[in-house]
């Protein structure tokens, strides 16, 4: 089970974090993906990071916006999005994979039920 939290609204140039926790003690084997989603629009990738945290991956649209990081003592993947601009308002779901970082939702087993992330001015 996948619990992503931490959306709200916020205005351009602000920034949020976002949390996935798990509740599996394996959680920490897991490969974890953020993925967004705004009506009309076919669910992206957003970032990716290794069961280690030793790799990162990124889409070009949040690239150097936005971190993601791990901390499998908590059993939690954080997404800190920075300089939020009105393109990433969507609901933001976080998955998990045995493979390795891959950017398509359907390499992904796992997923949360989603946080709404509005940016708004």
């Known amino acids: 089970q996948l619990q992503a939290s931490g959306g709200g609204l916020v205005q351009p140039g602000d920034s949020l974090r976002l949390s996935c926790a798990a509740s599996e003690r394996t959680f920490s084997t897991y490969t974890v993906g953020w993925f967004r989603q705004s009506p009309g629009k076919e669910r992206e990738f957003v970032a990716g990071?290794?069961?280690?945290?030793?790799?990162?991956y990124y889409s070009d649209s949040v690239k150097g916006r936005f971190t993601v990081s791990r901390d499998n003592a908590k059993n939690t993947v954080y997404l800190q999005m920075n300089s939020l601009k009105f393109e990433d308002t969507a609901i933001y779901y976080c998955?998990?994979?045995?493979?390795?970082?891959?950017?398509?939702?359907?390499?992904?087993?796992?997923w949360g039920q989603g946080t709404q992330v509005t940016v708004s001015s």
């Open positions: 990071i290794s069961w280690g945290g030793g790799n990162t």
């Open positions: 998955a998990a994979t045995r493979r390795v970082i891959g950017a398509t939702p359907t390499e992904y087993a796992y």
